[in-house]
């Protein structure tokens, strides 16, 4: 998939209706308007930060929040705190670029994102390797602060892939098979894939999604309190199974090479339900309904859990299609 191969009689917008290959012009002729065939790509990577510009600015603030505030730490905090600020900033002002704005402008605007999460990848990588030699001090467990580096080097993977280059191993997304590039594909380029590259995509996707939220519910399940929240920690540990068996399923569907429909159905049902479970948690926490009013997470988590559920739902419904 390559930005010179683009064949302008392809329908770019995804809702199309009328088949991969019409002459759409300027309206489908399902009646969907259709995006500018030259911008087709840069919309595709801006559609992609629209969702994690924000969700990175939100990582940038659970590290903060994370950190212990000893006087050593100062420039740490800081640095947090800057990043938390330029990529909300940054995502303001994507949200307010219009997609009929100039080519020039979204890529610059691409470019920003790419070189502005790289120095948070860094960051997140550096603040690992010195909570791990506990030259650092925070209450960040490992595994959250590798799984926020993975969802970030997944969205540069995106913004890459749409100007035509792979740059992400599996083994930098953390899924098997660690010395094959990953794809990367941003959902609205996925109608551009042939049946086996788009296979390959499921396949990642539902790998890496499945390792994300086992993750997301055993770190719930490592923060509820203890006692009072028994059963909001019972279920999340559920979940942490489930999601860990549906990543063992697509191991096994990879290499069998059949039942990948089952798969995305399964998924997509499963992550419904988490989905559910984490909107139920958000509204008694902000209602302050549940067990002791509080509990030992920041209420914006479950909201970022749940935006990232939703963004995974989105990939899975593309997929079946
Ligand atoms: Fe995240
Ligand atoms: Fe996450």
Not at 137 to 163: M, N, Q, W
Request: hydrophobic share 35%; net charge neutral; proline share 4%.
């Amino acid at each position: 998939m390559e930005e010179a191969s683009f064949d302008s009689r392809t329908c770019p917008n995804p809702n199309c209706q009328c088949g991969t290959r019409c002459s759409c012009g300027t309206q489908c002729t399902c009646g969907y308007r259709t995006i500018d065939p030259a911008k087709e790509f840069i919309i595709a990577a801006i559609e992609e930060m629209r969702v994690w510009v924000i969700l990175m600015s939100e990582h940038a603030k659970f590290i903060r929040m994370g950190l212990d505030p000893n006087p050593l730490q100062e420039e740490f905090f800081r640095m947090a705190d800057q990043f938390a600020v330029q990529l909300e900033q940054l995502h303001h002002t994507i949200l307010q670029t219009s997609y009929n704005s100039s080519s020039q402008i979204l890529i610059q605007l691409r470019e920003q994102t790419i070189h502005k999460v790289n120095q948070l990848i860094r960051f997140k990588k550096q603040l690992l390797e010195l909570t791990q030699q506990c030259q650092a001090l925070a209450i960040l467990p490992d595994i959250l602060e590798d799984h926020i580096r993975r969802e970030a080097d997944r969205f540069v993977g995106t913004l890459e892939r749409s100007k035509g280059h792979m740059t992400k191993s599996r083994k930098q997304l953390g899924i098997p098979n660690g010395e094959v590039m990953a794809s990367t594909v941003p959902r609205f380029l996925y109608h551009r894939l042939s049946k086996e590259e788009l296979y390959k995509v499921a396949i990642e996707e539902i790998l890496f999604f499945s390792q994300v939220n086992s993750e997301h519910a055993h770190h719930l399940s490592m923060t509820f309190r203890p006692g009072v929240q028994e059963k909001y920690r019972q279920t999340a540990l559920m979940f942490q199974e489930d999601f860990a068996g549906q990543l063992a399923q697509a191991e096994e569907v990879n290499q069998a090479g059949t039942g990948i429909e089952n798969l995305l159905r399964n998924s997509y049902k499963l992550s419904s339900s988490f989905d559910q479970y984490l909107r139920g948690l958000l509204s008694e926490i902000t209602t302050c309904t549940i067990p002791t009013k509080q509990t030992n997470f920041p209420p914006l988590l479950a909201d970022h859990m749940h935006r990232e559920t939703v963004y995974y739902m989105d990939i899975l419904d593309r997929l079946k299609r």
